[in-house]
């Protein structure tokens, strides 16, 4: 950083934002003097606690009461003083169970996934889904759900699966629809979804009808199926951590717009950021919240992300490991499907 503080500073701002993440009560002097890593008497203590709160980095919210930690006094702690985060061999170990037990749908494993961070942090916890992008086609199916309405289903290699419906000018015969489908599966089994050339598609096939077809599924295939999914687990941690039932309620109206929640994880990922801390995600609501994030990737591809969103005091080591661990887990987890 280019505004070091000096040595005894970032001890004691080091000593509050630890306490003060430990405890959620605001941090005396005399438990800043007993830190080991301090060393100083308490009268000393107090002329830099006064020193830090005016540089920014801690705030005193009565006259008597202890100092507590801006954003900026967490920023720099993340930035500069917080050692390497790692998680207990418990957690270590929890995490690894529960994916090597993880099986089924894509959908399920997500949802599940939410919950184990959450369990583990101890906040609410978001999985976004990955892109169809970012997985091969490994089966396509087409089912007759009406004399002139197709179903199309495409099974990635991620897990996940599309489903398309199409209403048709003219009925299909059976031949017609098993004809399609193998077009289709030639075209797309073992290619990421929507790369074949949906012209050279078309104009393989002699029948019209069928050519017509292929060309309007490749088409929808190479088009975003809706808004990415999001999984949310312990949404009741929101309530546990926060005392005012007005902010709980604007937190848990966030995790609805599930747009907003890819939006802003997406946003902070594409500044280079681990960590949003308050004011720094963007969003007014979440002032008192800070946002731990990480991508994940399927098959050498970025993929999809996942977020913790705690208060601003929340534990950021063990949160920031969490993150990371489960992301890797995950990405080699759907990677080998």
């Known amino acids: 950083m280019d505004d070091r503080l000096t040595e005894r500073r970032e001890a004691i701002l080091q000593a509050v934002v630890e306490e ?22 308490s009268a000393t203590v107090r002329k830099e606690l006064g020193a830090l709160e005016d540089e920014g980095f801690l ?16 920023r720099y702690y993340i930035d500069a003083l917080m050692g390497p985060s790692q998680l207990r061999s418990t957690q270590h170990d929890r995490i690894s169970d529960f994916f090597d037990r993880s099986h089924g749908e894509l959908e399920r494993i997500l949802a599940e996934t939410s919950r184990l961070l959450a369990g583990v942090t101890g906040s609410a916890a978001v999985v976004v889904a990955p892109h169809a992008i970012a997985a091969t086609v490994k089966a396509v199916q087409l089912v007759t759900l009406a004399p002139r309405v ?86 009741s941690a929101v309530a546990g951590v926060f005392d005012e039932t007005e902010k709980v309620a604007q937190i848990l109206q966030l995790f609805e717009r599930q747009l907003l929640v890819v939006t802003l994880i997406k946003d902070v ?3 280079g950021m681990r960590v949003a801390i308050g004011a720094e995600t963007g969003v ?47 990405g080699e987890h759907l990677t080998r499907g």
């Open 59 to 74: 705030h005193q919210p009565h006259t008597s009461a202890g100092r507590v930690p801006t954003d900026k006094g967490y």
């Open 150 to 235: 197709l179903l199309m289903v495409v099974v990635l290699s991620n897990g996940g699966i599309e489903r398309r419906s199409f209403e048709l000018d003219d009925a299909m015969t059976d031949d017609q629809v098993a004809s399609a489908q193998q077009v289709l599966s030639d075209a797309w089994i073992d290619r990421v979804a929507g790369t074949p050339d949906t012209e050279d598609l078309a104009t393989a096939v002699s029948d019209g009808v069928v050519a017509s077809f292929v060309q309007r599924a490749s088409i929808a295939l190479q088009e975003p199926d809706g808004e990415p999914v999001v999984h949310v687990g312990g949404r």
């Open 269 to 271: 990922l594409d500044r």
């Open 20 to 41: 003060y993440m430990a405890t959620a009560r605001p941090v005396g002097s005399g438990l800043v003097s007993d830190a080991a890593e301090v060393a100083v008497s």
């Open 284 to 330: 007014q609501n979440l002032n008192e919240c800070s946002l731990v994030v990480a991508s994940y990737g399927v098959n050498g591809s970025e993929a999809g992300s996942i977020g913790v969103l705690g208060p601003t005091h929340m534990n950021y080591p063990q949160a920031m490991a969490a993150v990371a661990v489960v992301s890797n887990h995950l």
